[in-house]
């Protein structure tokens, strides 16, 4: 059974920084296209940011490009999303999720809350 | 940006009818659309992709169509597990946009 378990939110005052991983289990990591997209409380789901399965190509929404950096750790089998210079509306629960078009596999999502 | 713009924003419905849940592309996307389920407190699923293909699991009362700029979801008879929210996706260019999200609730 695959498995994706998003871990490292939590709160934190606007400017600041924080770093989401997500571990994945279950399937052969490396040969996989990651993203991480996000939900507002209450609202609906904006893709930031996709990595190629060899972690050479980076995507990114312009919401969050040049604050938020991903990465992989084939090795590891897990994803990263550095988050930099944090904004009031970056608050939302975020999902690493799999798939270069269709998005077929989703974690449980990790809540994020920026304090302003 | 491509942008998607689902309707109607709510869909009232009893057990056992059909619903039609629409959604628009602000360019073509050719046939990739996808269609995405989600429940309170839970992560989105997968319904549909390549605009018709159901994905693994996905009961038949779902379909999917359309092409270019027009799609349509049908859910033929609606269960109680039916009742949700559910989002298109494109995903023919970058960055992969969602639509804004259809309600279907119990009329």
């Known amino acids: 059974e695959v498995q994706l378990v998003e871990s490292g939110g939590g709160w934190v005052q606007r400017g600041g920084s924080l770093r989401l991983s997500c571990a994945a289990s279950?399937?052969?990591?490396?040969?996989?296209?990651m993203n991480w997209v996000r939900q507002p409380p209450g609202k609906g789901l904006e893709w930031i940011s996709y990595i190629s399965s060899s972690g050479r190509t980076t995507y990114y929404a312009d919401s969050v490009k040049g604050r938020f950096t991903m990465s992989r750790d084939n090795a590891k089998s897990s994803l990263y999303l550095q988050m930099n210079s944090l904004r009031a509306e970056d608050t939302a629960v975020y999902f690493c999720?799999?798939?270069?078009?269709?998005?077929?596999?989703w974690g449980q999502g990790t809540l994020v809350s920026v304090s302003s | 940006e491509i942008v998607m713009t689902q309707s109607p924003a709510t869909l009232s419905v009893s057990p056992g009818e059909r619903a039609t849940l629409s959604c628009r592309a602000s360019?073509?996307?050719?046939?990739?659309l996808a269609w995405y389920q989600q429940k309170p407190g839970q992560a989105p699923r997968l319904l549909i992709y390549d605009t018709s293909a159901r994905a693994t699991g996905v009961p038949a009362r779902f379909s999917g169509s359309g092409s270019g700029t027009d799609f349509t979801v049908i859910i033929s008879s609606l269960q109680s597990e039916d009742f949700a929210v559910y989002y298109c996706?494109?995903?023919?260019?970058?960055?992969?946009?969602f639509g804004q999200g259809t309600k279907v609730e119990i009329k």
């Open positions: 999720a799999r798939g270069f078009g269709e998005i077929d596999q």
């Open positions: 279950g399937l052969t990591f490396s040969s996989y296209s």
């Open positions: 996706q494109q995903y023919s260019n970058w960055p992969r946009t």
């Open positions: 360019q073509s996307v050719s046939s990739n």
